[in-house]
């Protein structure tokens, strides 16, 4: 994938940047319908978004060595009375018992953890085989109440680019690094500020005193070795263990959190009985990592278009470069240049309406998108583009090849 680091452009206008909902009907990405109370029809043009950013999170996946897999939507509550989610969440989750076996109780899951861990159980493990990365982009349900639902930052079907690493307790530390590395890389692309946390043990946790000192003292060292400034949240972590967290400044100055790496001594580890065969024949507990990168992909949407103010960087953007034809004549040549574009990869359309050149371009302006092509007369004989790009307004003449270079 191509991509350049993106600059966000400051303007005038960034105080009154536009609600995304606003900007997701004014671009066609996504519409909300009174009949699904918080969760978002995706129309074709914000699939493409979403569709782009699941590439880009996949690409990453493997780039770090991560196994994907993908694990059912709908469970029996058992699973979730194991993890204890049923005694302390039930009210935030969707349950129904099955109308054809009453004695079947049903529950959508609102989260991958425990699940993951059944892919996790099925395999005996030895102490060669960590760390075990298994990543899901799993479609989570949870059970908002319909007065606290928002457009994309709120909603009941939440998509994560969830990941659980399974570990040896003494790879945590470089793991940890790795997982460090990945996320400080994704948000310094899109250009955000970033600021890590660190939750430490709470007053209600369980597990013992000597895995929490090391936990604490593991994720410490990892940030340390990252040169990662960093807050400490105390007594802030989850119940089984102390997390790192990845905080954005958005063009708005709100903070969202995002990212996290939490590490699990107990809840996965000691209540689904994982376990693996050390050096010595030795049955011993792994540690689990609970990674995300940027949580939920519609939330994750709605604060790019804002942040943008819907200009979305080159590789997310819907329509990358709008063909422009200033009369008739260049049709034929109009049409060569649009299938040259779509033969490259090139989102790229076309729009030889019997209009002003001048209110074509402000429409595809208005539609954000990054690179405008006009195309008269002069340009069609000597083989060239008028190129005009987003923010930056008219580059002159080039060949499509030259026009190539430059697009990113
Ligand atoms: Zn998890």
Not at 51 to 57: G, I, N, P, Q
Not at 74 to 87: P, R, T, Y
Not at 396 to 406: D, V, Y
């Amino acid at each position: 994938m191509k991509k350049k680091k993106t600059e966000r452009k400051a303007s005038s206008a960034d105080k009154r940047a536009r609600d995304h909902r606003e900007l997701g009907q004014e671009l066609d990405l996504f519409s909300f319908h009174e009949i699904a109370p918080g969760a978002p029809f995706w129309h074709p043009k914000g699939m493409i978004i979403f569709r782009e950013l699941e590439r880009y999170a996949r690409m990453l996946n493997d780039a770090d060595n991560y196994d994907e897999i993908s694990t059912p939507i709908l469970v029996k509550k058992d699973i979730f009375e194991k993890s204890g989610h049923w005694e302390h969440y039930r009210d935030n989750m969707f349950w129904f018992e099955n109308p054809r076996d009453k004695n079947e109780v049903l529950a959508v899951k609102p989260m991958n953890c425990p699940e993951s861990t059944y892919v996790y159980n099925s395999t005996l493990h030895s102490y060669r085989d960590f760390p075990i990365r298994l990543a899901e982009i799993g479609r989570l349900h949870r059970n908002e109440l319909s007065g606290t639902l928002g457009g994309l930052f709120r909603v009941r079907q939440i998509t994560m680019d969830d990941a659980h690493i399974y570990v040896r307790q003494d790879q945590v530390e470089e793991e940890i690094v790795n997982v460090l590395k990945t996320i400080s890389k994704f948000y310094d692309d899109f250009g955000f500020k970033v600021a890590y946390r660190l939750a430490t043990k709470p007053k209600d946790a369980l597990g013992t005193k000597k895995e929490w000192d090391m936990a604490e003292e593991a994720l410490k060292k990892a940030l340390g070795k990252s040169k990662i400034k960093y807050e400490i949240s105390s007594g802030e972590g989850a119940f089984y263990g102390p997390k790192i967290e990845v905080h954005i400044k958005d063009s708005q100055d709100r903070d969202w959190q995002m990212g996290t790496a939490q590490l699990d001594l107990v809840m996965l580890p000691e209540k689904f009985n994982l376990s693996y065969v050390d050096e010595d024949g030795k049955k011993q507990k792994p540690f689990v990592i609970h990674r995300a990168i940027f949580g939920s992909f519609e939330r994750f949407i709605g604060i790019l278009l804002e942040h943008f103010d819907g200009a979305l960087p080159f590789w997310l953007s819907p329509v990358q470069v709008s063909v422009l034809s200033i009369n008739d004549k260049v049709f034929k040549y109009s049409e060569n240049i649009l299938k040259n574009l779509k033969s490259r990869g090139i989102r790229a359309e076309l729009d030889l309406r019997n209009e002003t050149i001048g209110k074509k371009i402000r429409e595809a302006e208005m539609r954000k998108v990054p690179y405008i092509l006009v195309i008269g007369e002069k340009e069609a004989a000597s083989g060239k583009v008028a190129v005009r790009e987003r923010g930056k307004g008219d580059l002159g003449a080039r060949t499509i090849e030259e026009f190539l270079k430059i697009a990113k």
